[in-house]
């Protein structure tokens, strides 16, 4: 984008702030960054965030501007909150179709929108619609776009999007918020476990998308260490069970750091699902997960979808 055009851009929008209409702001958030610097370098993370910067000017669009890169995200504003949402929306589509391509080094982003009147100085915005933006970007899950549900009331989106409210959650240093997924996958049938840490997703590709919270690897081994912690003594046998099984999935885990970070896309065939107890549970290639604490009846329901389109895409 040109200069000039950067700068009537930013004129109106500091016309909109000033008049009392609100602008749409836009973090997006890399999953695995700092994984991936460790395993392929300082050099190799620098040319991902470069290309992940390219990407999202290229989607912004004519009513946006990039604002500011923070190493492993980007800000960005907007005239209007659907702009933003447009764009996120966008960058995670063009994500998705550079990923098919170089599977190896693929680029995850956890995208926050929020919309208000910040303070605009010459080269920043400052503000509460900054720091929740931030906030949802960093508990979107990899390939995720989360928004508010004011920003629902007054951005509707176009037919080929839809919103999915996802309840009450407290953001760090902001308080109490609405949040709402911006749901652009072409999706059959989702599920998610009652903490919202793993959603699957089956669409109309044939593919399964398994989006991880930013720290549900974390949560996972803290899980598991707590039945390793169990003393024998007070532990009993039903309890010994489950530390021997701990023990398995934790060195699981551990070899998996990778996989954890973000989202994964694996065509329907490649996947085993089965019901297990309050839960689904999935087979890629060596890696087994499970979805916990979902309802019985959602849980069978995204099941028997699957095996529909399975058994459909083999006969």
Known sequence: MSWSRTLKIRQQLRTHIESGEEIGLFFSDLRGFSAYAAREGD???????????????????????????????????????????????????????????????????GIGVSSGTPIMTD??????????????????????????????SRARLPDDLRYV????????????????????????????????????????????????????????????????????????????LQRAAARIAFRALRGSTSRLEGTIERRIDSVRLSLVRRGISLRIGSLTLLLPNVDPAAARQFVEAAARMRSAASA
């Open 123 to 152: 080269v920043d915005f400052i503000g509460h619609t900054v720091n929740l933006a931030q906030r949802l970007s960093s508990i979107a899950k990899g390939s995720q776009v989360l928004t508010t549900a004011s920003v629902q």
């Open 165 to 240: 409210p996802l309840g009450e959650r407290t953001l760090k240093g902001v308080g109490r918020e609405h949040v709402v997924e911006v749901a652009w996958l072409e999706e059959v049938a989702r599920v998610s476990d009652a903490k919202d840490r793993l959603t699957l997703v089956l669409t109309e590709r044939g593919t399964i998308v398994i989006e991880f919270a930013k720290d549900a690897r974390r949560d996972a081994a803290d899980a598991l260490r707590t039945l390793l912690d169990v003393g024998i003594a007070e532990a009993g046998p039903s309890a010994m």
């Open 43 to 109: 050099h190799a993370a620098y040319e991902l965030t470069e290309e992940h910067e390219a990407i999202l000017r290229d989607e912004i669009g004519e009513h946006g501007i990039v604002v500011k890169t923070l190493g492993d995200g980007v800000m960005a504003a907007f005239e209007e909150p659907l702009d933003a949402l447009r764009a996120a929306v966008d960058l995670q589509r063009a994500l998705r179709d550079r990923n098919e391509k170089t599977p190896n080094a693929s680029i995850h982003v």
